[in-house]
């Protein structure tokens, strides 16, 4: 039994392309699985803060101390002391520093790369407190977050 010339070359080619298929999808997961274990790597979170968020305070803290998972460079750290009681909360998060009062600070903790950051206080007073802080992570990534805390003395 004979089989034609053309029979061949259409499976050799059906070959071929099946061949270059598979190859290809295993290059494709292959950049695939390598893209997102980086970038699932690549985030440095923040791992502690002190005082803890909603921590409620006996006395003021003279420094705020932030832990990352790996080195990161706090490029930004505002802290504002909330002057509303809360009760507008829709308003307050739509116009997010519309009742709070800034509180100045020094500001070389900021772009130093580190894993720990700390931050000095002036004297606070007995209130709430919001801060806010952005992180700029090794692989450019951004990171921000916020936490509060309250001093209600003794």
């Not at 930004?76 to 998060?93: M, V, W």
């Amino acid at each position: 039994m004979t089989v034609g010339l053309p029979f061949l070359l259409v499976n050799f080619v059906n070959l071929v392309s099946l061949w270059w298929s598979l190859n290809m999808s295993r290059y494709w997961l292959i950049c695939f699985l390598l893209i997102f274990t980086q970038t699932a790597f690549a985030h440095s979170p923040l791992t502690s803060v002190s005082p803890n968020d909603g921590a409620i305070l006996e006395s003021p803290p003279q420094k705020i101390e932030m832990s990352f998972k790996a080195s990161v460079k706090l490029i930004k750290f505002e802290i504002h002391k909330l002057t509303s009681d809360g009760s507008n909360f829709f308003a307050s998060n739509l116009f997010s520093n519309a009742d709070a009062v800034e509180i100045s600070l020094d500001d070389s903790f900021q772009m130093k790369i580190s894993d720990w950051h700390f931050i000095n206080l002036p004297l606070l007073d007995y209130g709430t407190y919001k801060a806010n802080w952005r992180a700029l992570g090794g692989d450019g990534h951004v990171m921000k977050g916020s936490f509060s805390f309250k001093i209600v003395g003794k």
